[in-house]
C-alpha cells in the first residue's frame, strides 16, 4: 500500500513553455501533498506543500508565481512550471503520507525536467 | 536552516566491505529517518527512530538514534552490489506550524564488485 504515482517520468520542453507535473496517491487519500527539488549530486529541497482545497504554501524563495501548485482532490497534486527556463532543469519529486502512519511518507518516482 | 550534516559525502568501496555514515544536527529532534534514493526514483525509507539511543535494524542495516538526540548513525554489513545508491537522513521538523521532512546532503554509495 501507499503508492505515489508521478507523471511524467521525463519531459523536454523550450525554453518559454510550461509544463505540467502530476502526482496521484493511487491507494490512499492525502489531505497534503509536498514537491521537492533535486539538482545532480545535490540533496531534496523542498518547493511547496500541496495543501487540498486550499493554497499551497511555498518554502521561502520559490517563486508562487512561477511553480503553480494545484490540489484539487484527496489523490491528485499538480505542479506547473510556468514559462520554464534552462536554470529550471531539475528532477521533481513529489511525495504524501498516508494518514495513521506519521513517518510513512511516501515519494514519486520523479520528473526529470529538461529545458532547452 | 534546513540542512542536516551528512557525512561522509560519497564513499567508493569494495562489495562485502561493511559501511558507515552519519548525520548530525545543531538541534534536538524527536525522529530520525534513514531514506535510500536509486538513479531516476524517489527516495524510499528504509528505517525509522523514535527514541534517543534506539538500536533498529532492517535486514543488514542498522540504524542507531543517538544519546543527544543530536545524530544519527547508519550501517551496512557485507555490502552487495545492489547496496549502490545514495542515503539520507531526514527528521521531521515542525516549520511554521506545519511538519515538513528536511534532508541532509546525502551519501552516494559506489561499490566495485
Known amino acids: 500500500g501507499a503508492v505515489v504515482s508521478q507523471h511524467p517520468s521525463w519531459v523536454i520542453c523550450k525554453s518559454g513553455t510550461s509544463v505540467k507535473i502530476e502526482c496521484r496517491s493511487l491507494?490512499?487519500?492525502?489531505?497534503?501533498m509536498f514537491w521537492y527539488r533535486q539538482f545532480p549530486k545535490q540533496s531534496l529541497m523542498l518547493m511547496a506543500t500541496?495543501?487540498?482545497?486550499?493554497?499551497?504554501?511555498?518554502e521561502q524563495g520559490v517563486e508562487k508565481d512561477k511553480f503553480l501548485i494545484n490540489h484539487a482532490s484527496l489523490t491528485l497534486s499538480t505542479l506547473t512550471v510556468t514559462s520554464a527556463h534552462p536554470e529550471d532543469s531539475s528532477f521533481y519529486i513529489c511525495?504524501?503520507?498516508?494518514?495513521?502512519?506519521?513517518?510513512?511518507?511516501?515519494f514519486g518516482s520523479g520528473t526529470r525536467l529538461t529545458v532547452v | 536552516g534546513q540542512q542536516l550534516n551528512q557525512s561522509p559525502q560519497s564513499m567508493f568501496i569494495q562489495e562485502g566491505e561493511d559501511v558507515s555514515m552519519n548525520c548530525t544536527s545543531s538541534?534536538?529532534?524527536?525522529?530520525w529517518l534513514w531514506y535510500k534514493q536509486e538513479p531516476g526514483e524517489g527516495p524510499v525509507l528504509l528505517i525509522a527512530?523514535?527514541?534517543?539511543?534506539e538500536l533498529t535494524s532492517n535486514g543488514r542495516l542498522t540504524a542507531q538514534f543517538g544519546i543527544t538526540r543530536k545524530d544519527s548513525f547508519l550501517n551496512i554489513s557485507a555490502s552487495i552490489p545492489s547496496d549502490v545508491g545514495i542515503y539520507f537522513c531526514?527528521?521531521?521538523?515542525?516549520?511554521?506550524?506545519?511538519?515538513?521532512?528536511?534532508f541532509g546532503q546525502g551519501t552516494r554509495l559506489t561499490i566495485n564488485p
Open positions: 491507494d490512499f487519500q492525502a489531505t497534503t
Open positions: 531526514a527528521q521531521l521538523r515542525a516549520i511554521q506550524g506545519a511538519q515538513k521532512l528536511v
Open positions: 538541534s534536538i529532534f524527536n525522529t
Open positions: 527512530l523514535y527514541k534517543a539511543g
Open positions: 511525495s504524501a503520507r498516508r494518514q495513521g502512519t506519521p513517518y510513512g511518507y511516501t
Open positions: 500541496s495543501n487540498e482545497g486550499s493554497k499551497a504554501t511555498y
